[in-house]
């Protein structure tokens, strides 16, 4: 089977084309990045299969960064039988770049002239005959959107002759050079011995290691900085020969792309503007109150009618089925107006309720033992349908997020945070993987390969889970709820985006003391090209959000099923295994497993201090650890239990509000505990990646750190919002921990240095 490697610029639509040609869902964002390790499919549209592989973005082949050594490495190790070359063709000259170097080596090369829909729309021409002139080797103009030019591209690759000799646009007194070292590297035996020679002229690292090549370089380049000449010989090439390859219209491309960075990447309302949008974003997800609308609906003379209870008991109850239309009409509004993702949310519960409704009238057809209609009805379906049920919201907040990252925002808001940050120590390349922390922390964890800094990485890699994901959304939202619900606010949007902003804040406050500390280090320049804006592609958008579904719903039918069904059996058994039938869960396992570790988080204000069932906040947390989906899943299963001994008719989420309200947790906990969980160890699949990415030797302190973050971040949350006078305390301790920081850093003042055991 022939395999082709797909290699250019970030950015430039290689995930994209690597997606039409194999049909899979990648991800892809309007920022550079977006993939860092290599990844393989098939593409079946020809005659024979041919495998395609889709490496990272590269700038060029010296490597400096993790992704470029992966790409790097793949084209001269397992030699591809040809490099499908793709090129933003708004941005050829840059892309050039890297192109004059993959000639070098001895592999067909197809260049892939993508994007061709913009060059066309804003009325620009690109010469391909002359371009395939220049560089030798086949041009295919194309659009990877909008899948044009896809099948002449691969029939054109497959055409290729599988061998050919690189060739460099380098000359003038740089060839004898070349050719010098050139004749090197044959005598080594090695393959691609062009490429070789250039890139050991250029003073790269890896080819000065071969035996003898270091004295050759001292020798051949006399003390000049050939990295330099080469580099700038490469861009001279590239205006004088490709810049009469494109034929510029009068128009310029990205006059309307530069006006509306003048307002979104502006110094001052840059930062505030993308504040605004988060919260136009939150409020369209969470609010169950689109005031205006309502005042509109008002000022019409037609108040929108309110179901109250029964339109509350008509969803809940068993009149379920004679009141569909009420049920219904309560989905949209209730007095108010929901937002779009509490309707689709309201929707999605209504279905969940008749399936739960229909199951649990089966399990009563049956007549099974009572422990065994208490699994099923309480363990299994409430636990699953209490964390499914926020699969709307979690989907609306996505569709929004890819929205801003598909169209290009995203990258701008990197910018405008480097600008802000960079001199404390951080970069707007950490900040990508950090936004897409959001999404999920595995892939941000994973796409810190983009950061040459191991401390800067290791920064990042801690702070990723507190740029809150999707999965801790539930937790977010139900807990908002509850708190909420204690205080009589009725703005649960504005609570979640507090609870998203604070966990941000979080995020640059440690980031800042560690590189302050312990994780010092330059801050590499920030060179990302910002692209142009483009409306989303609808498909990719869909795709994206289809790939979230599959893996929220697995998830919930794997994990959440099972930790479900232990924490139900810890909860209905006493220690001699005997069911609890009448309802007294303060004598099971459970129970006295949570009062053991309760006393942990009584600084945090959900230990202790609470009543009798205090210990759910405790078992929650700890269950949290192999998902954070099962924080909700758990209290959903044992306010099943709470609240059938209690009140009576609510369910779910609302169940879980009763019982919050029952244990005696005070406000400020309710919100210590949110954000212990934003900040704390994060899901057990997340630590594994931080311990595959990490660097040596860091990833015990990591685990550490999450610790003591989350514990400092609950304690004052909690102390500050029971004693308002304690933020005094909490500004000393921050003023003298700033203070030891700078003496330290200035060397006024020094520390003794710690023994190593065993060294
Ligand atoms: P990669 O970083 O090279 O993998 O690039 P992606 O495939 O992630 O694409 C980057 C951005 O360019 C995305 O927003 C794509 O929707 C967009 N894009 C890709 N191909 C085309 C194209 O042919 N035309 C246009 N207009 N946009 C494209
Ligand atoms: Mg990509």
Redesign the pocket.
Known sequence: MKTFALA????????????ALTGSTA????W????VDKREGIYKGGSEKVAII?LP?IYSLSPYTPEEVISRNYILDEKPYGIIN?IDATNLERNLYLTTQLLEMDVPVIIAL?????VEKVGDKIDVSALEKATGVPVVA?????K?GISELMDRALAMKGERAGATVLEGGLSSKIGRAKQFFEGAGVSSPLFHAVKMLEGDEIELKHDGAQELFVEISAGQDMEAIIADMRYRYISEHFSSVKVKSGRDALTRSDRADKVLTHKIWGLPIFAVILLAIFHLTFSEDLFYISAIAEACGSPLPSWGDLGFEVIEGTEIYSNFGIALAACFYDGAVFSPGMILTNLFNLVLNYASYGIDLGVQAAGGAEWAAGLINDGIVGGITAVLGFLPQILTLFLFFSVLE?S?YMARVAFILDRIFRRFGLSGRAFMPMIMGFGCSIPAMINTRTLADDEERTATIRVIPFFSCGAKLPILTAIAGGFCNLVGFSNVDLITYSMYVLGVITAIIAVILMRATTMRGEVPPFIMEL?AY?M??FV?LMLHLWDKTKHFIKKAFTIIFVSTIVIWLLQSFRWNWTYISDGDIQSSMLASLGQFIQPLFTPLGFGSQLGAYGWVFAVAAITGLIAKENVIATFSVLAAMFVANFEGTEEGVEEAIIMIANTGISPAALIAFIMFNVTTIPCFAAVATAKAELPKGRFAWTIAFWLVTSYIVGAAIYTVGSWWWTVFIWLALAVAAVTIIVLKNKGIIKFPKLKKRGA
Request: proline letters at 10%; charged letters at 15%; aromatic letters at 2%.
């Open positions: 250019g610029n970030p950015n430039c639509g290689k995930t994209t084309l690597f997606n991800h892809v964002g309007n550079p990045g977006v993939t889709d973005g793709i993508n994007m061709m829909d913009e194309i659009s990877a959107l909008r044009k598909d290009g692209p483009h989303p592609g990719n």
